[in-house]
């Protein structure tokens, strides 16, 4: 039996029938089935437990006349990430805004969520940062065909479509590119999912070994550390999406 946080074992005593018995009707063996919910996934649905309660608050106490401190930090989250988004996107950018906002705040709590004792942070676990980059890859292609259509998007797999280039020339360029854009794509989902993965995992790794040698005074500084490279992978991996997005619907001039 792996060894398993308070909440994971709540969820394993009263849910573990149920989640074993969905796991085999998908053809999944279980390698524990009488505690089949892991460490990772329950964190990660605690903070989605949190958000939802949080984003609930949020909407019920809205007030243009006296907002409260948590809706002055969704604001200012908020012009942040739009702002950032015009700037790499252009204009129209602010229907991607919900999306990205949601993605960050979900990754930089399943980042912070690790520094309170008795959780973890869900994203050292290789799963989480790879259902978020899947996430990440699927929403950009979809935006991509959305705004160009499935034709003109797949053509941009296909290198340049600038008609005064030979026929000649662009054929065998297109079945070389081809490949080469395929990879490219899934490479970025590979891409998102170590760089976050590998960076709170790192970063969990140092903070228990500090804490078991030293337990006063050390830690702090690695807990500082943790807090900003918490911060800063959250902010890279929502940049990289902007970034993809751009790619995705930019037109071409």
């Known amino acids: 039996m792996p060894e398993q946080l308070w909440f994971t074992e709540i969820l394993n ?3 573990a029938s149920p989640a074993t018995a969905l796991l085999r009707m998908l053809h999944v063996e279980p390698q524990y089935p009488q505690a ?10 605690l903070v989605f437990l949190f958000l939802v309660l949080m984003f609930a608050l ?11 401190p948590l809706q002055h930090t969704f604001e200012v989250l908020r012009g942040f990430v739009d702002g950032q988004s015009e700037e790499i996107i252009g204009p129209h950018s602010e229907r991607f805004t919900p999306f990205l906002v949601t993605l960050f705040v979900f990754i930089l709590i399943s980042n912070l969520i690790g520094l309170i004792p008795g959780f973890e942070s869900p994203t050292a676990s290789p799963e989480v940062p790879l259902g978020c980059a899947i996430l990440a890859f699927l929403y950009y292609n979809g935006q991509g065909v959305r705004s160009k259509g499935i034709g003109r998007y797949a053509a941009h797999f296909l290198g340049p479509s600038d008609s005064s280039i030979p026929i000649a020339i662009r054929i065998p360029l297109a079945i070389i590119m081809l490949p080469i854009e395929i990879i490219s794509h899934m490479a970025r ?65």
């Open 189 to 253: 989902v590979l891409s998102l999912t170590i760089r976050l993965w590998a960076n709170m995992f790192a970063g969990d790794l140092v903070i228990m070994a500090f804490f078991s040698m030293i337990a006063i005074g050390v830690p702090i500084i690695f807990l500082g550390l943790h807090i900003f490279v918490a911060l800063l992978q959250t902010y890279i991996f929502v940049l990289l999406t902007t970034v993809y997005l751009a790619g995705a619907v930019a037109e071409e001039h």
């Open 13 to 15: 005593r009263f849910f």
């Open 36 to 45: 089949p919910i892991t460490n990772a996934f329950s964190m990660e649905l």
């Open 58 to 68: 949020v909407r019920t106490s809205l007030s243009v006349d006296s907002p409260g």
